[in-house]
């Protein structure tokens, strides 16, 4: 079954209360974060923390990640440390090619776990998004990919700004491979935490580029997040107009099915149903056909 990933909120891994927070601040997913939150001193001690809250904290309805270092830096040692925890999902940073997943889908395979582990490539560099439809369809495991959009502008020596201008290409290049290989496209963060009208925007534009939800980097980003990201009555309603009239298509043996006098293909089609599962997930009441 898809996961419901509109929001990922990153817990530094050397920060026990705020770990333990996690299961209420309301986020699909909490990452807990063993790389650019965590001092190279401590990263040690960090990973085996992250381990034993794994164990230790019931975290409700969130998926739980793990961000691991980059494979060049610790990342497999951290992988190996945290996996008998029984995360959800391991987020790879600085992902650029398909070598980069199957270093970590070996070591999963070797483990001999008992549940599935996602893999979530993260990509930041040029080379990244260059190679990042490879990235996605690297293994079965990867049912999402996400972009690091921080390190991504300073890999190209772009300047960040708030447009989002320099990141725009990237972005799209991303979500155009992880849609190519089945599998969702989660977006980076927004820095700025006291903008909330500008995370509305900069969210509302992720949302129409086609993006499954983005990271946060303070739980007061959450709820725009989920707001956005969650149908709301109009696109509910077009979504139950669209399945009713493709089913009396096919229920008059029609391959054609029409809505207010416009022909409704099969993106369309598929796009209501996407639009209808999520709401299924978030138990929302859904309106009558008006067709």
């Known amino acids: 079954m898809e996961r419901l990933r509109r929001s990922r909120i990153y817990l530094p891994g050397n920060r026990p209360r705020m770990i333990q927070k996690g299961p209420h601040l309301g986020a699909d ?9 965590v001092a190279p001193e401590e990263k040690d001690a960090a990973r ?8 230790a904290i019931d975290f409700q309805e969130s998926e739980v990640m793990v ?3 980059p494979l060049s830096a610790g990342g497999l040692t951290d992988l ?3 996996l008998a925890a029984g995360p959800d999902a391991v987020v790879v940073p600085k992902c650029e090619s398909r070598n980069d997943v199957l270093a970590v889908d070996h070591v999963i395979n070797q483990a001999n776990l008992s549940r599935p582990v996602a893999i979530l490539p993260m990509i930041e560099t040029a080379k990244g998004i260059l190679n990042a439809y490879e990235v ?4 079965a495991r990867v049912d999402a990919v996400t972009f690091g959009g921080e390190d991504f502008t300073q890999d190209i020596g772009a300047t960040r700004t708030t447009t989002g201008k320099e990141i725009f290409w990237g972005r799209s290049m991303l979500v155009i491979a992880a849609k190519a290989a089945g599998v969702q ?11 909330e009208e500008g995370l509305r925007c900069d969210t509302r534009e992720i949302k129409e580029m086609g993006f499954d939800g983005r990271a946060a980097v303070h739980p007061a980003q959450i709820e725009i997040i989920h707001d956005v990201f969650t149908p709301d009555p109009r696109e509910l309603q077009h979504a139950v107009n669209v399945k009713a009239a493709a089913e009396s298509a096919r ?10 006098g416009k022909m409704i293909d099969k993106p369309i089609i598929q796009r209501a149903g996407k639009i209808l599962r999520i709401a299924g997930r978030l138990n929302l009441p859904l309106p009558e056909p008006t067709v």
């Open 67 to 69: 961000r691991i270092n």
């Open 80 to 82: 190996q440390t945290i």
């Open 251 to 260: 229920q008059k043996g029609s391959g054609v099915a029409v809505l207010k």
């Open 136 to 139: 996605a369809g690297a293994s």
């Open 48 to 55: 085996i923390l992250v381990a034993r809250a794994i164990e």
């Open 185 to 195: 496209a989660l977006d980076t963060v927004f820095s700025d935490f006291k903008d």
């Open 29 to 37: 997913a909490v990452i807990l974060d063993l790389e650019d939150s």
